[in-house]
């Protein structure tokens, strides 16, 4: 992130401050820049205050709901910059019960987006996923491509992200959207693939793999997704959606085939699962509307995967209790 250091953002609201993406949006800004932080957070299950122990006393916090209109016009006032990365996130979840998911990612954005509107923010981005777009056989999605999406969690990023876009496009609120590939790094609540199988790998014990383990996903570093979101802020239009797309797109029994080497285990410590419903079979975000304002990846997948199975066998102090919740 270098919009700081030209005196860009003065103070940045941060939405989901303490889940994964957030929290290493958080720690970036912290120690990166000179803004004052505000890091709002439900603190639901997958919202952690340990995500930002590093940074402890040094950004404020407020414990509260996007979807507290009452509370939004008190906390979005006076910043510069609002991030959003607040949201219901996991698909399973989503598939037992929806009513969550579109609560927070649709109403919540919509009571945000207006608490923006009558601050008058300056500057706003909503960050998603690739999700909405549904499954892709072959080639990569564009900004411009229609929605698709799938599963209630991708359904309801969708809604989202319309809102989000209508509050530009009626009261000209300034507002971006980025939409990123598959993430992974430290501080990842440990439901989600590779924190998962790293933790069970860890533990001696088995891995899912998912029906055939075909599914194809693009992975991307959380400190290379942060970055992308930091210059879609600093240099993107408002109005304008900007894809953070991945660098290694792999099966997910190859990923799986790669975690198990690191790991020196063999494919006995795989347990096949039933496939998810509406399993998307494959997701590919073409990012050039992004690299042409400056953006280029800086993690490999071999570099940040190795970086992310050291952190987590060094840190079972985080991920211990989590998994016995």
Known sequence: MTNNRTGMWKRVLVTGGAGFIGSHYVRTLVTE??????VLDKLTYAGNMDNLAPMKGEYEFVHGDICDAELMKQVVPGHDLVVNFAAESHVDRSIADGSEFVRANVLGVQTLMDACLHAGTPRVVH???DEVYGSIESG?????????????????????DLVALS?????????????????YGPYQYPEKIIPLFIT?????????????????RDWIHVADHCRGIALAAERGEPGETYHVAGT????????TQRLLEVFGAGWERVKPVADRKAHDRRYSLSDQRLRALGYTPAIGFDDGIAETVQWYATHRDWWEPLRRA
């Open 127 to 129: 960050v998603s996923t």
């Open 33 to 38: 820049t000179a803004a004052e932080v505000t």
């Open 167 to 183: 509050y530009f496009r009626t009261h000209g609120v300034p507002v971006s959207v980025t939409r990123g590939s598959n993430t």
């Open 140 to 160: 990569s999605w564009v900004e411009g491509t229609r929605l698709d999406p799938n599963s209630p969690y991708a359904a309801a990023k969708a809604g989202g």
């Open 200 to 216: 069970n790998l860890l533990d001696g014990k088995e891995v899912p793999l998912y029906g055939d383990g075909g599914n194809i």
């Open 248 to 255: 290694k797109e792999m099966t997910n029994k190859q990923l």
